[in-house]
C-alpha cells in the first residue's frame, strides 16, 4: 500500500480512559489559561485602579496645600487692611479734633499763630548726595 495508511482506534476502555484523560488534560490546560488571563486583567485592573486613585490624592493634596497658602495670604492681607482701616479710623478722629488740627498744619505747613515767630532749625537726618 502506497502512503495509505489506515489507523483504526479501538473502541475499548483503555482508549477511552486515555482520551478521558486527554481531554480532562486539555481542559485543566485550558481552565489555567483563562484563569491566568483573568488574574492578569485583574491584577492589571488593580494597578490601574490604585494608580488612578494614587494621582487623585496626590493632585488632591497639592490643590489644598495650594488653597491653604491662597488662605494664609488672603488672611495676611485682610490683617493689614484692617490695620490701615485702624488707622485711618483713627486719623479720622484726630483730624476732627481743632487742637489737632491746628499742630498738624503748623509743624507741616509752617503756619503761626497772630504774633508767633517760627524759626526754622536743621534736621538730625543729613542726605549724602554722592
Known amino acids: 500500500m502506497a502512503g495509505g495508511h489506515k489507523v483504526r482506534v479501538l473502541d475499548n476502555s483503555f482508549f477511552?480512559?486515555?482520551?478521558?484523560?486527554?481531554?480532562?488534560?486539555?481542559?485543566?490546560?485550558?481552565?489555567?489559561?483563562?484563569?491566568?488571563?483573568?488574574l492578569i486583567f485583574i491584577g492589571i485592573f488593580v494597578a490601574l485602579t490604585a494608580f488612578f486613585c494614587g494621582?487623585?490624592?496626590?493632585?488632591?493634596h497639592f490643590l489644598t496645600a495650594n488653597l491653604e497658602a491662597q488662605v494664609k495670604n488672603a488672611r495676611s492681607k485682610l490683617d493689614q487692611e484692617k490695620q490701615t482701616r485702624v488707622n485711618l479710623k483713627q486719623q479720622v478722629k484726630q483730624l476732627n479734633d481743632q487742637d489737632y488740627l491746628q499742630k498738624l498744619i503748623r509743624e507741616k505747613y509752617y503756619y503761626s499763630k497772630d504774633g508767633e515767630t517760627i524759626y526754622s532749625l536743621p534736621s538730625t537726618k543729613t542726605n549724602n548726595a554722592n
Open 55 to 60: 494621582y487623585q490624592i496626590i493632585h488632591t
Open 16 to 38: 477511552r480512559e486515555k482520551n478521558k484523560a486527554q481531554k480532562m488534560h486539555e481542559r485543566k490546560s485550558r481552565v489555567r489559561i483563562v484563569h491566568r488571563r483573568r
